[in-house]
């Protein structure tokens, strides 16, 4: 499958909304029992490191040399980190004043992490549809968590469902727009920036898993046959889907 479309691109962009928006409905309605929970964010792990390792790199590896790959990787892992920075200087920031405050920043912490998807998505489907679809439906899981921490958080600032729901609903833009900006840089890119790029995405991808999902996976303390299965068959599904979906 080669290229996408504009178009279909902004459609895959939903994607990662869409776990966020489960995640959503489930606080809503009760909340998930901690087994689930962890079980769901270490196959979201799983999938996520398939995906830099079966997907992007050695898509990156058939464009640029070695030790380019080697400083994207760096570059992404870098990249990763100062996101990550950003987010938790700007839910301080908000903590500083108080109440509410301290919900809207993790709102909009959750709001730059769905841009980021729809930036791997739009820059993924740029290359290749198949690589696109990886993208956008390997956030899917990973993102449930996020929203339902987000709505819970909501629930308990009480604020009106009205107003709450009103602010949730501007999720999906944000990786519709993310993935405007990944696919404008890589339509027509070379293959030096296209590896690079991917490379990127590839180190980004792999230091937020370690860093900011498997310790969140471990938070409720899933038993070791679950999170590890989980993993397993998070990875698994990943490749088969890459073996079947692929050009």
Same mark, same amino acid.
């Given at each position: 499958?080669?290229?996408?479309?504009?178009?279909?691109?902004?459609?895959?962009?939903?994607?990662?909304?869409?776990?966020?928006?489960?995640?959503?409905?489930?606080?809503?309605?009760?909340?998930?029992?901690?087994?689930?929970?962890?079980?769901?964010?270490?196959?979201?792990?799983?999938?996520?490191?398939?995906?830099?390792?079966?997907?992007?790199?050695?898509?990156?590896?058939?464009?640029?040399?070695?030790?380019?790959?080697?400083?994207?990787?760096?570059?992404?892992?870098?990249?990763?980190?100062?996101?990550?920075?950003?987010?938790?200087?700007?839910?301080?920031?908000?903590e500083g004043?108080?109440?509410?405050?301290?919900?809207?920043?993790?709102?909009?912490?959750?709001?730059?992490?769905?841009?980021?998807?729809?930036?791997m998505t739009?820059?993924?489907?740029?290359?290749?549809?198949?690589?696109?679809?990886?993208?956008?439906?390997?956030?899917?899981?990973?993102?449930?968590?996020?929203?339902?921490?987000?709505?819970?958080?909501?629930?308990s600032a009480?604020?009106?469902?009205?107003?709450?729901?009103?602010?949730?609903?501007?999720?999906?833009?944000?990786?519709?727009?993310?993935?405007?900006?990944?696919?404008?840089?890589? #339509?027509?890119?070379?293959?030096?920036? @296209?590896? *690079?790029? !991917?490379?990127?995405? =590839?180190? $980004? +991808?792999?230091? %937020?898993?370690?860093?900011?999902?498997?310790?969140?996976?471990?938070?409720?303390? #899933?038993?070791?046959?679950?999170?590890? @299965?989980? *993993?397993? !068959?998070?990875?698994? =599904?990943? $490749? +088969?889907?890459? %073996?079947?979906?692929?050009?």
């Amino acid at each position: 499958m080669g290229q996408t479309s504009l178009l279909a691109i902004l459609a895959l962009a939903l994607l990662p909304s869409l776990g966020n928006l489960i995640g959503i409905a489930l606080a809503e309605w009760r909340k998930p029992p901690g087994w689930l929970v962890g079980g769901a964010m270490h196959a979201a792990a799983g999938i996520a490191t398939a995906v830099a390792a079966i997907e992007l790199i050695p898509r990156s590896q058939e464009r640029v040399e070695t030790w380019i790959l080697a400083l994207a990787l760096i570059a992404g892992a870098v990249c990763s980190a100062g996101i990550a920075k950003a987010t938790r200087l700007l839910r301080a920031r908000m903590e500083g004043l108080g109440g509410r405050a301290t919900t809207w920043g993790a709102y909009a912490a959750v709001g730059v992490d769905l841009f980021t998807d729809g930036l791997m998505t739009g820059g993924g489907g740029a290359v290749a549809t198949s690589l696109g679809v990886l993208l956008a439906v390997s956030q899917v899981v990973g993102n449930l968590p996020g929203g339902f921490a987000i709505a819970a958080n909501f629930r308990s600032a009480d604020i009106p469902r009205v107003h709450r729901w009103s602010a949730l609903a501007l999720y999906p833009f944000l990786p519709v727009l993310g993935a405007l900006a990944g696919y404008a840089v890589l #339509a027509d890119a070379g293959e030096l920036l @296209t590896g *690079f790029v !991917l490379a990127l995405f =590839a180190g $980004l +991808l792999l230091t %937020a898993t370690i860093e900011d999902i498997v310790p969140e996976a471990d938070q409720p303390q #899933a038993p070791r046959r679950v999170s590890s @299965t989980a *993993f397993a !068959l998070g990875f698994a =599904a990943l $490749l +088969l889907t890459s %073996a079947y979906l692929g050009e």
